[in-house]
């Protein structure tokens, strides 16, 4: 079955980097959609990036665009997200998730929570400052 595992969360002070994983079993991630959401307490889950199942198209939130970046190794059946210059406000579980659609056409990364049916258990973030 379809199983999503985040790793690489931890404690980080405000500047710091982290790189979380999420891996993939029960599918090809070459063939949907991938995306990265956050939560933070008492707060809506968020979408934070997207990559494309073609791997040519990521979209970011405006307040991480620049800072995070996300990426996918094929090989290896794994979505990351490298997070750079991270602030207090970065702090949340953060939640891989794949898109309901088997190679949505066109090709394209989205943000829209709807569009994901699959989802990971979270991995926590923290950031002080």
């Known amino acids: 079955q379809v199983q999503l595992v985040e790793s690489g969360g931890g404690l980080v002070q405000a500047g710091g980097s982290l790189r979380l994983s999420c891996a993939a079993s029960g599918f090809t991630i070459s063939s949907y959609t991938m995306g990265w959401f956050r939560q933070a307490p008492g707060k809506e889950r968020d979408f934070v990036a997207a990559?494309?199942?073609?791997?040519?198209?990521?979209i970011y939130a405006d307040s991480v665009k620049g800072r995070f970046t996300i990426s996918r190794d094929n090989a290896k059946n794994t979505v990351y997200l490298q997070m750079n210059s991270l602030k207090p406000e970065d702090t949340a579980a953060y939640y891989c998730?794949?898109?309901?659609?088997?190679?949505?056409?066109?090709?394209?990364?989205?943000?829209?929570?709807?569009?994901?049916?699959?989802w990971g258990q979270g991995t926590q973030v923290t950031v002080s400052s």
């Open positions: 990559i494309g199942w073609s791997g040519g198209t990521t």
């Open positions: 998730a794949r898109d309901r659609r088997f190679r949505r056409e066109p090709d394209q990364a989205i943000g829209l929570m709807t569009s994901y049916a699959y």
